[in-house]
């Protein structure tokens, strides 16, 4: 005869589903990226899903950075960016090319108040990112500026953050980072730049660094491009005695030269 404490699972599971179905049946499910009908919430229609480029073998062993096939990888499966400049957290993964299909879905969510994207979305990253996670400690978000925080009203990494710690079983510390000075737009800076600019704009928050220290985090943000915010990030988080830092992101920008890869950021006083 089954326990109470057996049986707390399968009855959370069938309250699950229950409650997923009266929600499709009161908004029948509809695409990621359009309004087309699927079978379920949080997948992409017949149409939409050729569109989007998922990231899968053969990557680059650290980046994740997609190859066009096997023989692209130099030393220890690594691309040449990471050969010449070895970024400062350990891997990165990501779902998605960032490119006009990601962009459709991913920007909403950024700055359309789209927040309902999001747990579709942590579903896919905890996907792509399940060799990160299954050794992960700690969540963290990349931080935003208070006053950005403020304009926008949430932070899409930590919604981001929060789905798939839900699906990981791995704790989020959403105000573990914070940031210390605002930054002008990066959009059009390359990566040295950005590096230089992201420079000591990064901190641990204090009443958090005693459980950081010795455990993995995992990195999390919507878009990674050049790393340089991937890499400030990791540079502060291992200073504040973390073991390692990983990053898992929605969608990365597929750079193909070493000069426009993931630098490495110099320690630059706070």
Same mark, same amino acid.
């Given at each position: 005869? #089954?326990?109470?404490?057996? #049986? ?7 309250? #699950?589903?229950? #409650? ?7 908004? $029948? ?56 400049? $070895?970024?400062?957290? =350990? ?8 490119? @006009? ?20 979305? @942590? ?61 002008? /737009? ?39 491009? /050049? ?12 200073? =504040? ?8 992101? @929605? @969608?990365?920008?597929?750079? /193909?030269?070493?000069?426009? =890869? ?6 630059? $006083?706070?």
């Amino acid at each position: 005869m #089954a326990t109470p404490r057996s #049986a707390d699972p399968w009855l959370l599971r069938l309250g #699950a589903g229950l #409650a997923r179905g009266v929600i499709d049946l009161l908004l $029948p499910p509809r695409c990621l990226a359009c309004e087309n009908p699927v079978e379920r919430q949080g997948l992409l229609c017949a149409e939409c899903f050729p569109r989007h480029r998922f990231i899968t073998a053969p990557m680059c062993a650290r980046c994740g950075l997609p190859f066009a096939h096997p023989g692209e990888a130099g030393r220890e499966g690594l691309c040449e960016s990471c050969l010449i400049h $070895p970024p400062v957290f =350990g891997r990165a993964r990501a779902v998605w090319r960032y490119d @006009a299909a990601s962009r459709d879905i991913l920007l909403p969510l950024k700055h359309a108040d789209r927040t309902e994207l999001a747990p579709a979305l @942590a579903r896919l990253m905890a996907a792509a990112g399940r060799e990160l996670l299954a050794g992960a400690d700690l969540l963290v978000p990349v931080p935003l500026h208070y006053r950005r925080l403020v304009a926008r009203r949430y932070n899409q990494a930590a919604l981001l953050a929060r789905g798939i710690g839900r699906i990981a079983r791995v704790p989020v510390v959403p105000d573990l980072l914070r940031r210390v000075r605002a930054t002008p /737009s990066l959009g059009e800076l390359g990566a040295a730049e950005r590096a230089a600019v992201l420079a000591g704009t990064i901190a641990v928050a204090p009443r958090h660094r005693a459980r950081l220290a010795g455990r993995r985090v995992v990195l999390i943000d919507d878009v990674l491009t /050049s790393g340089a915010t991937a890499n400030e990030c990791a540079r502060v988080l291992l200073g =504040g005695g973390a073991a390692a830092v990983d990053v898992l992101a @929605a @969608a990365r920008v597929p750079l /193909s030269r070493p000069d426009a =890869g993931l630098t490495r950021t110099r320690s630059t $006083p706070m």
